[in-house]
């Protein structure tokens, strides 16, 4: 939770950051694992992760989306500072979130628009990272994504960028 209350905090988990360098993150955690492009005909934009954090990177190598899948039970994290993965256990409560949340300093707005059937969502300020939780036949709702996306890009072509590339 120390870990889901700083990135709510601060959008980061230690240098992963939406527009950080894909190179700073990998000289700071080690190379990530390469989940692959995001779609069919280009090569970029990709997905990489951490464990369970995962991350979209531009072609001008600059992270744009930061999604932790929390839904297991099981969560392996990037811990800053080293290249190893804390890992601790998932399936958290909203009352566990916001508690964590609340004690990190961290304020919380509910999300109203756009949300499915037995979804809810609760958006960090100032930070606009975004807890989502899930919840079946009225029981406690439980934490499945904590994300956060840059709303606008300006994507800066790269020395290596090449037709094939884009």
Do not use: K
């Not at 929390?70 to 080293?82: A, F, H, K, S, Y």
């Not at 990272?129 to 790269?158: A, I, M």
């Amino acid at each position: 939770m120390r870990t889901l209350a700083g990135f709510g905090s601060t959008a980061a988990i230690g240098t992963l950051s939406c527009g950080a360098a894909l190179d700073d993150v990998v000289a700071a955690f080690g190379p990530p694992w390469d989940i692959g492009r995001v779609g069919r005909r280009r090569q970029w934009p990709r997905l990489f992760s951490y464990g369970d954090a995962e991350f979209c990177v531009c072609r001008c190598r600059r992270v744009t989306l930061i999604s932790v899948q929390t839904w297991r039970d099981v969560i392996e994290l990037p811990v800053p500072g080293t290249r190893g993965l804390a890992v601790s256990g998932g399936l958290l409560t909203r009352a566990d979130v916001t508690a964590g949340l609340g004690e990190a300093g961290c304020r919380l707005i509910p999300v109203t628009a756009g949300q499915p059937p037995g979804q809810s969502a609760l958006r960090a300020e100032p930070t606009g990272v975004t807890f989502t939780f899930r919840s079946q036949d009225g029981s406690e709702p439980l934490l499945v994504n904590v994300g956060h996306w840059t709303v606008g890009h300006e994507c800066v072509p790269t020395l290596s960028d090449s037709t094939s590339d884009r």
